[in-house]
């Protein structure tokens, strides 16, 4: 007889683990449910990009309507109208935090003539450059049509917290749904292991039962029928509730199976809480480098300004000197070294040494020839305001030509400067 004790211990013969055919099919639920998950995350992603793009859509479609609402006066409409999408769209904190592209097209109401094309404003054609017929001209062009493309970049701002939010979303979905499975599936290993518990007490008190019965057998005639047929139902009974154990055993490892499977997927919830934080990282890396970008390109806007402001200077004072002395050629590579005296006094002194050497070129005291310059080049010094210098050489025309202003701790870049000047051309006969 079979002791119901060693049931935990032991296997019988009708036991049989699961089969490879239910691991497979296990394998390829968890599969199914993961991809399902991730097909989820990319549907709802591009839903939610969509979303985004449609209402910011609406959004500037108002803005820009307002701002081409303009009245005709002298000043071309072009640029009143960039002007007021400059500031109500380009430093909108849509385009300049979270990266929306927003295109705008004007066109005329005569259907033909572009007024304002993405940033730019198109040149209009006049008869004549009067501000009457200048301003009838824009009355006929307003009010425009304005056409606009709403649209969010990847790898911007607005893009990767929409991502990130519904990856949170779904890796939270992944480990709610795991943790639920495990719960069931733990109840489910508890109720089967407390029902075998009770039919293994059952089944050892019909043991004892047996056990007594067969002593009194011994003890009393063995041929008396009616203690054969109790022996026999008892014994049925003891099948009977064997074949349950092996029933309950059976199921208790199913549901160690399926906790296994639990187990897996708790894992790969792990594994995926692991790359959203890789991912995070990621993104906060790449957002750091975006203002890191947006700070320089302030940078050199703020330098091309600068630069714009510099040029008009250098054109003015071009002409200023070619008509005050017209003895001289100033390059403007010397103008520009000029400007960036700063001192008015240091620009009062370099004019008097200019003016000098246009006046009385042979009576001017030099310091020295230049040397360390090629054979071609007759590089002269006048020295100005303590430790500055002008570097200047005779023309073929015979005036005398500036090349650049510089000063003791700038020698060896004035220096490299001069030797690149080309050899001059000879004239023809």
């Not at 824009?138 to 911007?156: F, K, M, Q, R, Y």
């Not at 480098?289 to 940078?299: D, V, W």
Request: glycine share 4%; aromatic share 6%.
């Amino acid at each position: 007889m079979t002791d119901p004790r060693s049931i935990d211990n032991e296997t019988t013969d009708d036991e049989a683990p699961p089969s490879n055919a239910q691991v497979s099919l296990d394998r390829i639920e968890s599969f199914l449910l993961v991809f399902s998950a991730v097909m989820m995350f990319v549907f709802f992603y591009l839903s939610s990009m969509q979303a985004a793009e449609d209402y910011l859509q609406l959004q500037f479609q108002q803005i820009v309507s307002d701002a081409i609402r303009v009245e005709a006066s002298s000043q071309p409409p072009g640029e009143t109208i960039r002007d007021k999408l400059f500031d109500s769209v380009d430093t909108s904190d849509w385009v300049r935090f979270w990266g929306v592209k927003v295109d705008v097209e004007i066109l005329a109401r005569d259907n033909a003539t572009w007024l304002y094309i993405n940033g730019r404003t198109q040149p209009l054609h006049y008869p004549k450059r009067e501000p009457e017929i200048m301003r009838e001209i824009h009355a006929e062009l307003l009010p425009g049509a304005a056409t606009v493309d709403t649209s969010i970049g990847h790898n911007t701002m607005l893009s990767n917290s929409i991502l990130l939010v519904n990856a949170t979303l779904l890796f939270t979905g992944l480990f709610v749904y795991t943790r639920r499975v495990a719960r069931l599936q733990n109840a489910e290993l508890d109720e089967a292991r407390e029902s075998r518990d009770l039919a293994a007490i059952k089944a050892r008190r019909i043991e004892k039962e047996i056990e007594s019965v067969q002593e009194l057998l011994r003890e009393v005639e063995p041929a008396k029928q009616e203690h054969n047929e109790v022996v026999s139902r008892l014994q049925s009974e003891q099948q009977g509730l064997q074949a349950k154990l092996d029933v309950l055993a059976a199921r208790e490892l199913e549901l160690r199976g399926r906790a296994d499977r639990a187990a897996v997927l708790e894992r790969d919830g792990l594994a995926l809480d692991e790359l959203l934080e890789e991912a995070t990282n990621d993104l906060n890396a790449r957002n750091a480098r975006i203002r890191e970008l947006e700070t320089s390109l302030k940078r050199v806007r703020k330098n091309a300004g600068a630069s714009v402001g510099k040029s008009k200077e250098i054109e003015s004072l071009t002409k200023r000197f070619g008509t005050l002395y017209p003895n001289l050629e100033i390059d403007e590579r010397a103008i520009a070294d000029m400007i960036d005296l700063q001192d008015e006094t240091t620009r009062l002194r370099f004019e008097a040494a200019i003016k000098r050497l246009g006046e009385e070129a042979d009576n001017l005291i030099v310091r020295r020839k230049v040397g360390g310059l090629p054979p071609h080049l007759s590089i002269y010094e006048l020295g100005f305001a303590g430790k500055r210098r002008i570097y200047y050489s005779r023309a073929a025309n015979g005036r005398f030509r500036i090349h650049l202003i510089g000063a003791k701790n700038t020698q060896r870049t004035d220096l490299d400067y001069l030797a690149r000047i080309p050899r001059p051309r000879a004239r023809s006969g």
